[in-house]
């Protein structure tokens, strides 16, 4: 099955600074790449998601590349403000073409940023 | 945006009891759900999948006697932990696939329900 690795487990940055997350796949049938916010105690919510047909993706301060030949996606998050302080998640879906298939989640990056 | 409202946000059950747990897709048809759990500082992990009308399926590892899923309609998926122990401890959380047009779109998970077997 899919495996999803993500780096680093621990991110600390100051306020305005840039942070990013990097994460690697293991399946080339992967075509589905969304990132979750996590804060202590809620399920998680999607930040941005990008599809294998796409290598880059923008909202805001928040991007998206996806490199389908090395098999990594990395999420950046510019002008960080505390309030980005939580744990991101990445997560990958293989597509089995029989329908919806579940994600395969990376073990989650603590962001914290240092006011 | 699409909703997935969850019940309950916390339970506390004793040993041996059973807690069933609710996952309502409000504005949309939820043709899949998928049911994870996650242990403190961990990762979320897929139990299994269920589509509607459908049996679940389980993902290696996941006794279906013990978390029993209905998916019985396309806005309602229940999942129950029967004879919870205190190892059943954990966070659990919904997630609804919809279908539109033919083609699967996001996916939207609920708020989450804190499990704890006493």
């Known amino acids: 099955g899919e495996n999803v690795e993500q780096h680093p487990s621990t991110l600390s940055v100051q306020e305005g600074d840039s942070a990013v997350i990097k994460c690697t796949y293991s399946?080339?049938?992967?075509?589905?790449f969304p990132w979750y916010k996590q804060e202590l105690g809620k399920g998680p919510q999607l930040i941005i998601d990008i599809r294998s047909n796409v290598g880059e993706k923008k909202d805001q301060r928040i991007a998206v590349t996806l490199n389908k030949t090395a098999k990594h996606f990395s999420l950046h998050i510019t002008e960080t403000q505390p309030e980005d302080s939580a744990v991101y998640f990445c997560?990958?879906?293989?597509?089995?073409?029989?329908?919806?298939?579940?994600?395969?989640f990376g073990k989650g990056t603590h962001l914290i940023i240092q006011p | 945006g699409a909703v997935v409202s969850q019940h309950p946000s916390r339970v506390i059950c004793k040993s041996g009891t059973s807690v069933k747990i609710e996952c309502r897709s409000l504005?949309?048809?939820?043709?899949?759900m998928f049911w994870y759990r996650q242990f403190p500082k961990q990762s979320l992990m897929l139990m299994a999948t269920s589509n509607e009308g459908s049996k679940a399926t389980y993902e290696q590892g996941v006794e279906k006697d013990k978390f029993l899923i209905n998916h019985a309609s396309l806005t309602l998926s229940t999942l129950t932990v029967t004879s919870a122990h205190p190892e059943d401890s954990s966070f659990y959380i919904c997630s609804a696939n919809g279908r539109t047009g033919g083609h699967y779109g996001g996916y939207t998970f609920g708020s989450g329900t804190r499990l704890t077997v006493v």
């Open positions: 504005d949309f048809q939820a043709t899949t």
């Open positions: 997560a990958a879906r293989f597509d089995s073409g029989g329908g919806a298939d579940g994600l395969t």
């Open positions: 399946d080339s049938a992967s075509n589905y």
